[in-house]
């Protein structure tokens, strides 16, 4: 069965950290480009960084500088550190690739950031 499971969410205060995992079964991550998405109450869900299968990243301009993709190959998981948090990153963040044209997600993971 192939499936992308995400975990690390929480409830941090504005400028703390958290690290989102999200690994796969079934496929490879280092195969596919690989997405961060996040979801706010009344928003559309917005990408925020990708990791293409040669290891390069991108970001969105908002998470830049404080966010950071990475990827370990020997665990098929891939990592979404998330430093300098502000309430403005309170969401639900999804892991997603595209899989022989299918659009795969996982479950999604909460993050709170307040005071």
């Known amino acids: 069965q192939v499936q992308l499971v995400e975990s690390g969410g929480g409830s941090v205060q504005p400028g703390g950290s958290l690290r989102l995992s999200c690994t796969a079964t079934g496929i490879m991550l280092s195969e596919y480009t690989m997405h961060w998405y996040r979801q706010s109450p009344g928003n559309q869900r917005e990408l925020i960084a990708n990791?293409?299968?040669?290891?390069?990243?991108n970001y969105l301009d908002s998470v830049k500088g404080r966010f950071t993709l990475s990827r370990d190959n020997e665990k098929n998981t891939m990592y979404l550190q998330m430093n300098n948090l502000k309430p403005e990153d309170t969401a639900v963040y999804y892991c997603?690739?595209?899989?022989?044209?299918?659009?795969?997600w996982g479950q999604g993971t909460q993050v709170t950031v307040s005071s």
């Open positions: 997603n690739t595209v899989w022989r044209t299918r659009d795969l």
């Open positions: 990791i293409f299968s040669d290891g390069a990243t």
